[in-house]
T-cell receptor, first 114, second 117 residues
């Protein structure tokens, strides 16, 4: 049982390049989330999904797109990377979306945009 | 404007002593609070939670206290162990901030706890 798996673990991009971060969970969770963590700030929600085929904006969605074509996968895309998107990205999932159930996080993707 | 604040970026405690991590919030609509623990190169893991209808919740060595009037919660770890050295995040959620059917969690910036052997 792997839980939440993120790929890649590290990536360096040049400004303007695009990339997709992949998140996969094997816990049959309905809800999935993408967060970013920056120094001195808490984790901030980028986008989330309440089920297969659905997506919604979080606190900081600009510059990102997401897709949830399969229940177990949640993709985060950067169409034109900017230095401000240098961050550590965490994917999470939960069985329910009430905020009362704990999130299960992946180990993160460290992205650097030069 | 951060609605959940952890004003101490770091805390050092001797092994066996009590660790107290603090968290303040500004929005009175928050009604559920969680603590997560994070080791380097790993994702956060859930530690303990508390509903606003309670003022204390205990799980083994970990106890969370909630003071609603002061908008303050704290995590007590007794006794502290070297394996407790990690970053601790508090998080809060409110029905008011729910979007669709998903409540949102607002995280603090974290406190690095170091337990010295």
């Amino acid at each position: 049982n792997a839980g939440v798996t993120q790929t890649p673990k590290f990536r360096v991009l040049k400004t303007g390049q695009s990339m997709t971060l992949l998140c996969a969970q094997d816990m049959n969770h309905e809800y999935m989330y993408w967060y970013r963590q920056d120094p001195g700030m808490g984790l901030r929600l980028i986008h989330y999904s309440v089920g297969e085929g659905t997506t919604a904006k979080g606190e900081v969605p600009d510059g990102y797109n997401v897709s949830r074509l399969k229940k177990q996968n949640f993709l985060l895309g950067l169409e034109s990377a900017a230095p401000s998107q240098t961050s550590v990205y965490f994917c999470a999932s939960s069985h329910g979306g009430t905020g009362l159930l704990p999130l299960h996080f992946g180990n993160g993707t460290r992205l650097t945009v030069t | 404007d951060q609605q959940v604040k952890q004003n101490s970026p770091s805390l050092s405690v001797q092994e066996g002593r009590i660790s107290i991590l603090n968290c303040d919030y500004t929005n009175s609509m928050f009604d559920y609070f969680l603590w997560y623990k994070k080791y380097p190169a790993e994702g956060p893991t859930f530690l303990i939670s508390i509903s606003s209808i309670k003022d204390k919740n205990e799980d083994g060595r970990f106890t969370v206290f909630l003071n609603k009037s002061a908008k303050h919660l704290s995590l007590h770890i007794v006794p502290s162990q070297p394996g407790d050295s990690a970053v601790y995040f508090c998080a809060a959620s409110a029905e008011f901030f729910s979007s669709g059917s998903a409540r949102q969690l607002t995280f603090g910036s974290g406190t690095q706890l170091t337990v010295l052997p």
